[in-house]
């Protein structure tokens, strides 16, 4: 199934009440479309949100915008998806002897430095 990216403006303030009601805004929009239809997830930044949003039909992700009562800034088709884990070493100039990959495991990694 394709996946969309909705463009639209963030509501403000966007704090935690807020966000969940948006969150159950969403959820509830989604899934009175009547079509195979998933909120994947959505991020904040700068003032503008971007949502992931699965389905077969362009005119649902419309709809579901209209639902949810966000103005859409755009709707595009993703083409393609990579992270880390799509990562792959150049084989040219390198000896494999010196070339040791590992895959972090799935999820958000980070390390902090204590004092």
Known sequence: MPYYLVERAAPSPLDAAARGRLAHT???????LGVPYRWVSSIVAGGTMFCVHETDDLEAVQEHARRVGLPVLSITEIDHELGPADAVAPSVGLDPGLVTITRPAPGLHCSRQTD
């Open 26 to 32: 969403i959820t509830t929009a989604a899934e009175t």
